[in-house]
């Protein structure tokens, strides 16, 4: 039986990449962003972030996404200057959005790489991650 999981999982890369030469990088940060904040709503472990600018770099196929912290959300902002860079290929940021592969096996692995204020980055994964968790663990109440 195939599981959800796999099939986003071949199929996902494959539409992101048409995606990200259809659409411009800015109107894929905004969305990025409005996910992340939707899953962050009500978290306020981000908040001694603000002013701090993220920028995400998907190298197949190549898209520097750019995002500023503020008031403990993320809002889409040149990728440009940056205080820290999340670099990898789409299928490392698919596992890590889907939790089938653990962060810091793809750190360890090379297939992502932090530069750049490396506890920024480790704030909002574990931010991220536990808010993911949270939503998970509502769905699984809500279902038969």
């Not at 959800?4 to 990088?25: C, E, F, N, Y």
């Amino acid at each position: 039986m195939t599981l959800l999981s796999d099939i986003v999982s071949q199929t996902a890369p494959r539409a992101l990449d048409l995606g990200a030469k259809i659409v411009p990088a800015p109107a894929i940060a905004l969305c990025g962003a409005l996910m992340a904040n939707a899953l962050l709503v009500s978290d306020h472990s981000l908040e001694g972030l603000s002013g701090t600018r993220v920028r995400l770099e998907i190298t197949n196929p190549h898209v520097a996404l750019g995002f500023v912290i503020r008031n403990a959300r993320l809002w889409p902002a040149p990728p440009i200057p940056w205080t820290t860079c999340i670099r990898g290929e789409m299928r490392s940021f698919l596992a890590l959005l889907m939790q089938t592969e653990d962060a810091d096996a793809l750190f360890f692995d090379r297939r992502l790489c932090v530069e750049g204020d490396t506890g920024v980055a480790l704030q909002l994964r574990h931010a991220l991650e536990s808010a993911i968790y949270r939503q998970k663990k509502r769905l699984r109440s809500l279902l038969p």
